[in-house]
DNA sequence: ACTGGCTCCTGAGGGC
DNA sequence: TGCCCTCAGGAGCCAG
């Protein structure tokens, strides 16, 4: 399940074997992922130098002077670089290869991912110009959360996993957060103090932050053939921990659901 | 302008 | 051992 730790964790392995090769080959076995796979990428991409990899949102961007390719990892989705090509498993469905001989291999069992092919400014693509800021950039603090918030009903839970609100905010980092803010998932995004809101910035870029500095020590998993040990474990204080004690009070941690996803909290810590 | 609900898909895990 | 059911989850999309 990635989240913006990992996409950003995947982005740091990617962009050193990719940025200033040229791409030999582009070889698509699966063209349904979430959007079908355009024709004119296989056309336009090989051949290309790449100039830069970056991220925006949970979306990878990997830039040639012919056009862009935005790649999302959706919730099962994992890129691997392999030393070479090797002959493909299961839900293995795309490989870009280099003339490095090097080769990044998408594999995404649910196919909740996509690869898409851009021109001009991909900030611009219809996918990314409505976001949210960057949680982990200057413009993203507790006031901007405020003013944001202002006269929304939603539930401050849903309120944040809102890509428009901010970006790269899942349901576990949601969770996280929120419990180390000490705001109740339910309360009205438009109930909460300039304060309060303060301090869930704050809980959210350390939370973020954390997974991000665990990621990297896992970096090296992604030149692993096997690619298994890829996603990192974290201690999470409140996630999937229903009716286990508060780890700060010992109140049972209850469950509830909100927008169709597993809300999990502290009834006495978070109100 | 907001908000909530539905949807895509497969694998894991529980119950029997 | 094996089958069936439910659940998980990012985020686009639509209806109210």
Redesign the pocket.
Known sequence: ????PE?ETTCRAIRPVLEGQRVADLEIRER?L??PISRKITRELPGQIIRRVRRR???LLVETDAGNALI?????GRLRVLPSVIPPG??DHFDISLESGVCVRYND????GCLLWTHGDPLSH???V??GPEPLEGDFDGGYLYTAG??????IK??L????TV???????ANEALFRAGIHPRR???RISKERMGRLADSIKTVLEDAIRQGGTTLRDFLHVDGTAGYFRQDHLV??RAGQPCLVCRTPIR?L??????TYYCPKCQR
Request: aromatic share 10%; hydrophobic share 35%; net charge positive.
């Open positions: 399940m990635p989240e913006l996409v349904r979430r959007w949102a949970k979306y999302h990892l959706g919730m099962s299961r839900h069992p649910r196919r909740f219809p996918r990314l409505d976001l202002r006269g929304r009903k939603a539930p849903q309120f996993m809102d890509p428009r970006v790269g905010v899942g349901n576990i980092y009205a995004a438009g996630y999937d469950r659901v909100l927008g169709q996803r597993s």
